[in-house]
C-alpha cells in the first residue's frame, strides 16, 4: 500500500464534518476560518513507544492517549477545541494497527466535534504527533501565571491512578482486586480530557494547568509561573476508592496522588468570590472538584500538611517525570 492510499483509507473520510473548516485532508495545506473575536490556541504533543506508551499498547488507546494529551492541554488553557493535525511515523503498513486506531480517531473526533484536517505520514519508528487547535476568547484565556496569594486550589477528578494503572501494567504493582486493576490500568490508557471543565473556569480561574507530570511538578509550574507558593492539604487529596482500597498503605497512595504522572486533571487557583460559582456550575455538569489547599505568597514553597500538622516525607517537590 503506498502512502497515498493509507492517507486516502484510513484518514480523508471523516464522520463529523465542521463548517469552519472550508479544505481538509487532501490538499497542500487545510484552510480552517476562525471564529471572530476569539484567540487560537495551538499545542503539539509527541508519544513515542518506550517513553509514553508500552510496546505492548494496541493502537485505539496510543490513538486515545495522543488526542487526550493535547485535548487535556487545550483545556488548561480554557480553549475549546476545534481541529487536530496528525503526524504518523509507522514501521510499517500494518492495515489492522492503522484500522483499530483510525477508528479511535473517527470516534473521538465525532466525540469532541473536532475534524482532522491534515497531517504527515512517514516510515520510521513509531511515533504519533498531534497538533490540536481550538478558541478562546481573549478575556478568557487560563494560563499559569495568574495564581495570587489566597486563591483556593483546586482539582478535577482524582489523582494517582494513572501511574498506579501504569505500574500495574508492568508488574511493580500487583493487586488482588481485578476489577480495580481493571480500573486503574484503563485510566492510564484512556485518559479523560477535561475539556468541558477547561471552558468552564474560564473567567473563574486565576491560574490552571493540566497535571500530566504528576501534582507536585505541575504545581511547581503555577508556584514559579505566579511567584507564590501554596499550603497542601494531602488529607484531601482526592484519591480514587480503586487506588485507595487497593493500597492500603498511605504514604504509597499519597506518592502515586503526588508523583504519579499522566492523570491529566485540571490544577487550578480560584479566587474566593468565584469560589461558590465555580463549585456549583462544575456540580450542574457532573464534573468533581476537589479543593486540596491554598496559594500562600511565600513564592516557591510548597506547605504540605496532614491532618492540619506539616508533614514531610522524601523530597516530593522535586519528584515526578522528566525526559532529560
Ligand atoms: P505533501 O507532500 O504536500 O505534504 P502529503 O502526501 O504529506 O502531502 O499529504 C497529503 C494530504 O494528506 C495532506 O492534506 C496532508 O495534510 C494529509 N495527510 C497526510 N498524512 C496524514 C495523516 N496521517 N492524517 C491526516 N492527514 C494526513
Ligand atoms: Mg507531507
Given at each position: 500500500m503506498d502512502e497515498f492510499t493509507l492517507i486516502r483509507d484510513y484518514f480523508s473520510t471523516p464522520d463529523f464534518v465542521r463548517k469552519d473548516v472550508i479544505i481538509g485532508v487532501g490538499d497542500d495545506a487545510a484552510i480552517t476560518q476562525v471564529p471572530q473575536g476569539q484567540y487560537l490556541a495551538t499545542t503539539t504533543d509527541?508519544?513515542?513507544?518506550?517513553?509514553?506508551?508500552l510496546r505492548q499498547a494496541s493502537a485505539d488507546a496510543i490513538a486515545h492517549k495522543a488526542i487526550a494529551v493535547n485535548l487535556s492541554d487545550l483545556a488548561a488553557m480554557g480553549a475549546e477545541p476545534a481541529?487536530?493535525?496528525l503526524s504518523?511515523?509507522?514501521?510499517?503498513?500494518?492495515?489492522q494497527w492503522?484500522?483499530?486506531?483510525?477508528?479511535?480517531?473517527?470516534?473521538l473526533t465525532k466525540y469532541f466535534s473536532i475534524q482532522l484536517i491534515g497531517g504527515d505520514t512517514v516510515k520510521g519508528k513509531l511515533a504519533v504527533?498531534?497538533?490540536?487547535?481550538?478558541?478562546?476568547?481573549?478575556e478568557s484565556v487560563l494560563t499559569r501565571v495568574g495564581a495570587k496569594p489566597g486563591d483556593w486550589l483546586f482539582v478535577t477528578g482524582t489523582l494517582g491512578d494513572a501511574a498506579a494503572g501504569l505500574d500495574c501494567l508492568q508488574n511493580?504493582?500487583?493487586l488482588t482486586d481485578k476489577s480495580a486493576q481493571e480500573y486503574l490500568v484503563a485510566r492510564h490508557s484512556f485518559p479523560t480530557p477535561r475539556v468541558l471543565a477547561g471552558t468552564t473556569l474560564r473567567r473563574l480561574a486565576n491560574a490552571c494547568i493540566d497535571v500530566s507530570d504528576g501534582l507536585m511538578q505541575d504545581l511547581?509550574?503555577?508556584?514559579?509561573?505566579?511567584?507564590?507558593?501554596?499550603l497542601l492539604h494531602l488529607d484531601k487529596l482526592p484519591i480514587s476508592k480503586e487506588l485507595g482500597s487497593s493500597i492500603p498503605e498511605l504514604q504509597q497512595a499519597l506518592t502515586y496522588a503526588c508523583t504519579g504522572g499522566d492523570d491529566y486533571e485540571l490544577l487550578f487557583t480560584i479566587a474566593e468570590e468565584h469560589r461558590v460559582s465555580m463549585e456549583s456550575a462544575m456540580a450542574s455538569y457532573n464534573l468533581p472538584v476537589t479543593c486540596i489547599g491554598q496559594i500562600t505568597g511565600v513564592s516557591g514553597k510548597i506547605d504540605l500538611r496532614l491532618n492540619d500538622q506539616p508533614?514531610?516525607?522524601?523530597?516530593?517537590?522535586?519528584?515526578?517525570?522528566?525526559?532529560?
Open positions: 509527541t508519544l513515542l513507544e518506550g517513553v509514553h506508551f481541529w487536530i493535525n504518523l511515523s509507522l514501521p510499517e503498513v500494518d492495515n492503522l484500522e483499530l486506531f483510525s477508528q479511535k480517531v473517527q470516534e504527533t498531534i497538533t490540536a487547535q481550538g478558541f478562546v476568547p481573549p511493580k504493582l500487583k511547581q509550574h503555577i508556584l514559579k509561573g505566579s511567584n507564590v507558593g501554596a508533614f514531610s516525607f522524601v523530597s516530593l517537590e522535586d519528584r515526578g517525570y522528566q525526559h532529560f
